[in-house]
Each structure stands twice: as structure tokens, then as C-alpha cells.
């Protein structure tokens, strides 16, 4: 059983920075795509980066610039270093995969979310 298991939120100041990890577990081929989608409250669900495996990084336009998501494949690991936060970037964060199973279609996975604050 695949599980996307998260950690690195908390509450930060304004223009600081944090670093978001998420570890995927579990039987699986390969990563096709992994990255992180974050909802406020009130709010849908928005993607804030996605990475296609040995591709490119998708960000949304607000966090260009500022956040940069990567994934270490030895490790089956995406972070995601947000630096100058603003409070607009408070969220739950969801860590997301697609991964390719040795039997079946591939899958998407999420991860448990993790709460970014961005407060003085």
C-alpha cells in the first residue's frame, strides 16, 4: 500500500521561509509526476507545483519565483523550499503523486496535508 507521508508546515512571519518534505512509501514502479497543491479556507483546492518525472516544474504564477519544488528519486521524496511567504500563502498544503504500479493503471495519491501559516 502506497502512502504520501508529509512534514515541515508551521507558522512563519512574513517574508520568512520554510521547507515542506513528503516521502512516498510503499510497492510502487515509478514516479510519474509529484508535487503540491494547497487549500485556504473558503477556498478550492489549487495547485502550487507539479513536477513530471526527469521533466519540467509547473508553478502557479503567484508563487514564481519564490518557491521552488523538487524530488530526490532516490529517496521517492518532493520538497518544497517556499521562501519570501506571504499571508496569502496560508494554506494546508497536500503533497500529490501519480505513480506507476507493477500491475494496473497508474495512480493518484495524496498526502495527508500539512498547515502553512503565515502570520506576525
Known amino acids: 500500500q502506497v502512502q504520501l507521508v508529509e512534514s515541515g508546515g508551521g507558522l512563519v512571519q512574513p517574508g520568512g521561509s520554510l521547507r515542506l518534505s513528503c516521502a512516498a512509501s510503499?510497492?510502487?514502479?515509478?514516479?510519474?509526476?509529484m508535487g503540491w497543491y494547497r487549500q485556504a479556507p473558503g477556498r478550492q483546492r489549487e495547485l502550487v507545483a507539479v513536477t513530471i518525472s526527469g521533466g519540467s516544474t509547473t508553478y502557479r504564477d503567484s508563487v514564481k519565483g519564490r518557491f521552488t519544488s523538487s524530488i530526490d528519486y532516490a529517496k521517492n521524496t518532493v520538497y518544497l523550499q517556499m521562501n519570501s511567504l506571504k499571508p496569502e500563502d496560508t494554506a494546508v498544503y497536500y503533497c500529490?503523486?501519480?505513480?506507476?504500479?507493477?500491475?494496473?493503471?497508474?495512480?493518484?495519491?495524496w498526502g495527508q496535508g500539512t498547515q502553512v501559516t503565515v502570520s506576525s
Open positions: 500529490n503523486a501519480i505513480l506507476t504500479r507493477y500491475s494496473g493503471p497508474a495512480l493518484n495519491y
Open positions: 510503499g510497492s510502487f514502479f515509478s514516479i510519474n509526476t
